[in-house]
């Protein structure tokens, strides 16, 4: 089994930070990479930013420029740094991570069970 377990999320107010954390434990071999989803009511996850294991970042265009994405794969852990927040921002924040497990179960995703973010504006 695989398990990820996110921390982090919480109310803050326009203009402000947070940092999301993800850990990534259980019967894994290797993880390829790492990302952070956003979901708000009514709409589907959305991609926010990913890290492979050698550090090859992507942000989406709304992220570019105030996150900030970093993993340590000894600690199979994922950082989102969140700056200049905005209400557009408010949302669940799931983290995703692309894997091998050491069952033989091949590559897979696992996701978290997400951490809530709001933003008061």
């Known amino acids: 089994q695989v398990q990820l377990v996110e921390s982090g999320g919480g109310l803050v107010q326009a203009g402000g930070s947070l940092r999301l954390s993800c850990t990534a434990s259980?019967?894994?071999?290797?993880?390829?990479?790492m990302a952070w989803y956003r979901q708000t009511p009514g709409n589907q996850r959305e991609l926010v930013a990913s890290?492979?294991?050698?550090?090859?970042?992507h942000y989406a265009d709304s992220a570019k420029g105030r996150f900030a994405i970093s993993i340590d794969i000894f600690k199979r852990t994922v950082h989102l740094q969140m700056n200049s927040l905005s209400s557009d921002d408010t949302g669940v924040y799931y983290c995703?991570?692309?894997?091998?497990?050491?069952?033989?179960?091949?590559?897979?995703?696992?996701w978290g069970q997400g951490t809530q973010v709001t933003v008061s504006s």
């Open positions: 995703n991570s692309d894997l091998v497990t050491a069952d033989f179960g091949g590559r897979n995703h696992y």
């Open positions: 259980g019967n894994i071999f290797s993880i390829e990479a």
């Open positions: 890290i492979t294991s050698r550090g090859s970042t």
